[in-house]
């Protein structure tokens, strides 16, 4: 790739459109996907084309429908039949694969453990059984709060396998975010460990586990598989160690023939409002897709040792760690721990050790890399890789550029990819052996898909304007629905324009073609790459005694992308302080985790309002980022306006 000015003032730079990064011709030539016809050819029938993606998995019958659309609800490879766990391992044990690293772990400790094609199967199948003697069956839910160890995609792929539905919550969510989702999927099974590794620490898993459960009615059975060796309570009769059930458990265990339209997960993700939403996705579509665009993007080839950073808790986790890669026979590496223990090095300390060809993380982490100082990646051997990736927020063209350089060496492709919990794969992306990257820029949407940018009425904007991104037409892995709430999916998706559906993000379209996303137009924060809802931190703040209201806003951090500040209103007799902003920090992050910790608490007399009440979060962000203050017509209460200044300043 060559093209990069010598001295360009990158610095808060938005369009780089004159800096264009070509794939190197040897790159070209091996890629998997190599000739650009693909767009046009899938632009001519789209439906062909993901029959033809489709064609790739293993399916026990044959769909006799690829597509059944009564908008906005999508039923893919209708009539197929197929199954997730059998996808991910069984075919690859008799396609030469059977001693081939499925997955590749380093635990935060720096213990390793690698596990076979074949170590997997009899792992899976076993626990598949083990489920199944508990009661476990198709449809039935299963929660999971694990950190990143094996026994997480070995559990989610023993759900797949019995047809089982799996909702994994992040582990660093607190036991009221934990108690809610497993409550609103209503499981019959929790799995999580005695304790979580985190920078040297030990989390409680099991005891918030433990916590959760005291306002629930479904749960049978809790797994607590032994990780660091914490003492924990077991409850006779619930309570169950996963080495037990494991030492008797028997190997080998018929693949559920699912349907293609049956769920495979829920996942919750952050809305508008403080209820969690249950993101549904199904099994052929969602595999379709994952499968075809991990093997594009990443150009997946037999020997790579592919690395995606992401906690298997979120989206990125389950498509880009564990079924895109399984499902294409790849090395997967899991990665318990965090990037800066025991230094900061660690990211590049594994990819050394273990020849990493295929680097796949967040722009919060490469900005933290970039302050941490560029000796720490010039320590260590990184010439293995020759891919990178970039997933979760906008990426800045400095990031990228520092990514590109120190990093990948100027040697490597680097792919921005966008996309969401609820499309389930990536849906705009370059292919890195065709297509020209401009830095900041996702480049444009993967052949078959078709996204625009468009104006409140839903007409395309012209090149260069902001406007609303949507995308127009299904594609395989959408979410099938909200867990028990269609209506909601209905309202949130498919409401704000006729036959499109609205991603909750604003975009910028290039004359050339080229998406810049720019961020989320909804009351949702992007703290590094995690999406959280102002509401949901709202409540958590008035649910402590001294707060009488609270407006929560994300503020542009330079690390994180996104930051948290709070507005807080206090009921009468009491007094703003430190302590109680501490006091007030540690509410929310006992509430619903430390990733939800506001940055800045501020004290206030009053929120700004308008005259239906509605708090205009839009000014307080104004205020936060320090920008002149837009449109504040519409304000009831003007003269809050100074006040907050000043308690902002202070
Ligand atoms: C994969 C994931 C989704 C939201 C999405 C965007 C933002 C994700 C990018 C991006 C710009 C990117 N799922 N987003 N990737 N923005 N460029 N490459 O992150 O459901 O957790 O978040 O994240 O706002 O709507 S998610």
Redesign the pocket.
Known sequence: MTGQPANANLKGAFFLDEMVFHPSPEFRKNANVQDARIYLDAEENWLEYWNKEAEKLHWFQKWNFTLRWEQPFAKWFVGGKLNASYNCIDRHLHEGRKNKAAIIFEGEPGDSRVLTYQDLYREVTKFANVLKDLGVKKGDRVSMYMPMIPELPIAMLACARIGAVHSVVFGGFAAGSLRDRINDAGSKVVITVDGGYRRGKVLPMKKNVDEALKENDTVEKVIVVKRTGTEVDMVEGRDLWYHDLMKDALIGCPAEAMNADDMLFILY?SGTTGKPKGIVHGTGGYMVGVSSTHRMVFDIKEDDIYWCTADIG???GHSYVVYGPLANGATTVIFEGAPDYPARDRFWEIIEKYAVTILYTAPTAIRAFMKWGDHWPAGRDLSSLRLLG??????NPEAWLWYYNNIGKKRCPVV???????TGHIMVSSLPGISAAKPGS?TMPLPGIEVDVVDPAGNPVPAGQSGLLVIKRPWPGMLLTVYNDPQRYVDQYWSEFENMYF???RAVKDKDGYFW?L??VDDVI?VS???IGTMEVESALVDHPAVAEAAVIGKTHEIKGQAISAFVTLRDNYVGSDELVQELKKHVAAKIGALARPDDIFFTAELPKTRSGKIMRRLLRDIADGKALGDTSTLANPETIAELKESYTD
């Open positions: 993700t979120w989206i990125t970039s997933v979760g927020e906008p990426i921005d990819t966008w996309w969401q919990t609820e996702a991603t909750g993000d996303m961020g989320r992007n790459g995690h999406r």
